[in-house]
């Protein structure tokens, strides 16, 4: 009887031993991971203030609440022809302005991140919409990125007419655009046509920028990389060579002397747009215009993503080159 009252309370201080160092353990471990979320909040909250970047710290940059005003018509007679507006307020002095152009199968519903983004840092930011090119062979429509470029021209006719009233500088505008956007506000700064049928001119273009930016050369483009051009190009600009070249903005920079100064961003993973612009960079130079292009580690479709992407800040670089030489 000694002995199994001896075995009961062995087991039982043994439980209580194992219990105690069960619980130790769990507390320890929820100690540890308390700290270690703590930590993780703390990393997270710092690449979240990223947003504050070290250029705008090191120049202790001024921030503005910003307001929006959506759907503006900037063409009366165009449906699809309408912008979303984002401004400063409270700014003291006009403010530079940006008209962003999206890819063709994009929408200015898409860019409010970008609007705010610039606007809390002191630029009129205006996203607009424009008429689309439908690439499917049996399409009713048959619009061409002609009318689109005719599209960017009456925006920036309307905002040379109107952006005083919204806080904007007229005499500083820059055109942004990605992919076919990018070829867009390319051929309009190069090719003085458009605008000058609106009585303006390239000369109102203070700065281009594109993000990976295609067709700069589609002549070469057919020659070089002939299954891409029939793939990418030949069902919006056609397989005539006089139309392809009216269609690239490179021939047009020998013809015109007032040009905007180019800041290009592309892929480092295509070479076939390196390539494309390479010929543009050389042309440029050729007539000294002020360009530079910076090379990216990132694929195509998060080019768009101008702010704070992890693998290299596109939104510090625009900004540096804006604040520098404006």
Known sequence: MKQKISLFISLFFLAFFLSALIFWGYKNNSNKNSKMFLSNKKEIERKENKNTTSLEKAKNQKF??????????????????????????EKADLSPVIIYVHENNGDKEIEQNKGKFFAKRGFVFLAINYFLIKEEDDSDEDFTYRDQVNNLATAIKWTDDNIENYGGDKNKIILIGYASGAHLISLISTDNTYLKALDLGTDKIKKAILLEPIALDVLKSKTLFPRNFKKEYQIIFGDDEEDLKKASPKYFIAKNEKLPDFLIFYSSFRENLKTEINSFQEELDKFGVKNKAIAFRLPHKDMNKLINYPNGNIGDEILKYLNNDL
């Open 64 to 89: 503005f609440e910003v307001e929006m005003k959506p759907d503006i018509k900037y063409d009366k007679i165009c449906f699809d022809c309408n912008l979303d507006l984002y401004r400063p307020l």
